[in-house]
């Protein structure tokens, strides 16, 4: 019997871990590749040029890029790459970098509730509902789009005052080669349709890595190298799930079900939504939603809910979310020092009410 329950947890483990590890491996291509073209350095600068000298309009448009790059990309995208991009681009035109800063992180965790691509746990919980990615979008939609207007209030509360005002534009970086920018422009554009359309989330990934892994052959071959595949990401996904699914084997699942309760009833999803915030706070975002996941128990509202928990609660602590340490470390190399407590004490006006509004959202156009 003992024999059999390890067959199946190893069964189901590497059926996870086969799904996660590759999608991670083709993304971080994708978007490393892109970043080293130039993608986010042009449109960053063009947003700029695009605002005509407000401060309030490029942080909208930033805003927006931020949003469509966690959406399509991967709040990883967002964390890693975005956040040099915007606080090199603020330091130039002599504005406030912390607002942008802040509107990396913050925008990486919340705009991640869209699509199974947004964030690795959207991409487990699309992987255990078997949904297609636009059956998953047409669930999510209404969490993400309360979550992200109230993160959008929030910093737009916080940092009215550096908001304000005008800016004076400096010259605009000039793209090596433009047919390379124009093409992984177009492909990384293409991939958010793909991904919806298509329902193959790994398979749309691993063309959009191998188009562009193409593309760098015949134009720039010096972009290519082993520093594209995050072997530390791809083994500690993979050690977080052999951990988690040892601990469920000694109980970790009984204990979880207790505290989390059960039920779509209001009651019952705000329970649901404050354990998983919680539980991603205390250890992270991934081994969080991976314990908390057999409380689903089928229900797609359930899930939903605890994606808005994982997904918008690790805003608190520094290693609720790996896209949270990552973008630290882009800010303490731009020379953006990160002040851990007041960090907390700004997700900490963000976070309740974000968690409400996409509960609430989700149980008035659900229900």
């Known amino acids: 019997m003992t024999a059999l329950l390890l067959n199946a947890a190893l069964s189901e483990y590497a059926g996870r871990v086969g799904v996660i590890v590759p999608f991670l491996l083709f993304i971080t291509v994708v978007a490393e590749l892109a970043d080293r073209i130039g993608v986010f350095d042009v449109i960053a600068h063009r947003a700029a040029r695009l605002a005509r000298g407000s401060v309030l309009a490029l942080w909208l448009l930033v805003v927006l890029i931020a949003t469509l790059a966690t959406i399509v990309l991967s709040l990883d995208t967002t964390a890693v790459l975005l956040t040099p991009v915007v606080l090199a681009v603020a330091a130039q035109l002599g504005l406030d970098r912390a607002v942008f800063a802040y509107t990396a992180v913050w925008l990486a965790n919340t705009a991640s509730l869209l699509l199974p691509v947004s964030n690795l746990t959207n991409l487990l919980a699309w992987q255990r509902l078997q949904l297609h990615s636009a059956a998953f979008a047409g669930l999510m939609w209404p969490a993400a789009l309360a979550v992200l207007l109230v ?161 918008v609660g690790p805003l608190l602590t520094p290693w609720a979310s790996l896209a949270t340490l990552l973008w630290a470390g882009r800010c303490r190399a731009a020379g953006v020092s990160v002040d851990w407590r007041r960090f907390a004490l700004r997700g900490a006006v963000l976070v309740p009410v974000a968690l409400v509004a996409g509960t609430a959202a989700q149980i008035l156009v659900h229900h």
Request: aromatic fraction near 6%.
């Open 151 to 311: 993160t959008i209030g929030t910093l737009a509360l916080l940092f009215r005052g550096p908001l304000q005002g005008r800016y004076l534009l400096g010259d605009q970086p000039q793209p090596d080669d433009r047919i390379l920018l124009v093409s992984a422009i177009v492909i990384c554009a293409l991939l958010g349709p793909a991904f919806v359309l298509t329902g193959h989330v790994v398979l749309s990934a691993g063309l959009g890595a191998l188009a562009m892994v193409a593309l760098c052959l015949i134009r720039q071959r010096a972009l290519l190298g082993w520093y594209l595949v995050p072997w530390k990401l791809m083994l500690g996904v993979a050690v977080l799930f052999a951990i988690v699914q040892v601990a469920h084997q000694y109980g970790l699942g009984a204990l979880l079900s207790a505290a989390s309760g059960s039920g779509e009833g209001p009651i019952a999803l705000l329970r649901l939504v404050a354990v998983s915030a919680l539980g991603a706070n205390l250890v992270n975002n991934l081994p969080a939603y991976l314990a908390l996941e057999p409380v689903i128990d089928g229900s797609l509202q359930r899930a939903s809910v605890l994606l808005v928990g994982v997904g």
